[in-house]
């Protein structure tokens, strides 16, 4: 069975920095490209941030310079590091897998087959 965990959020103050972490399990994923993305309330889901196979990354704009995505393909880990945390980053975050190396393609969630069940982070001023 396919699983995919969140964990690492949390409450901070703005300026400070938080590490999501997902791992997956019930197989392999060193094929598949990684995502994050997060949702506040009833809004839509929104892209985040993406490393495909090559380590190739793409980022949102309203992220870009303040997160870094990155994995582990021994732990079949992905990795959100935030820095500069603002308060509007406050979100429950999903991570996500899909099968597409294409990364303009991997910012929309349809092209994603596996979530987590997300981690909520919450920034306070």
């Known amino acids: 069975q396919v699983q995919l965990v969140e964990s690492g959020g949390g409450l901070v103050q703005a300026g400070g920095s938080l590490r999501l972490s997902c791992v997956a399990s019930?197989?392999?994923?060193?094929?598949?490209?990684m995502g994050w993305f997060r949702q506040v309330g009833g809004k839509e889901r929104e892209f985040v941030a993406v490393i495909n196979t090559s380590g190739a990354t793409a980022y949102a704009e309203s992220v870009k310079g303040r997160f870094t995505i990155s994995r582990d393909y021994a732990k079949n880990t992905v990795y959100l590091q935030m820095n500069s945390l603002k308060l509007e980053d406050t979100a429950v975050y999903y991570c996500a897998t899909g099968e597409s190396w294409l990364l303009a393609q991997l910012r929309e969630g349809n092209k994603y087959e596996y979530w987590g069940q997300g981690t909520q982070v919450t920034v306070s001023s």
């Open positions: 019930g197989r392999t994923f060193s094929r598949d490209s």
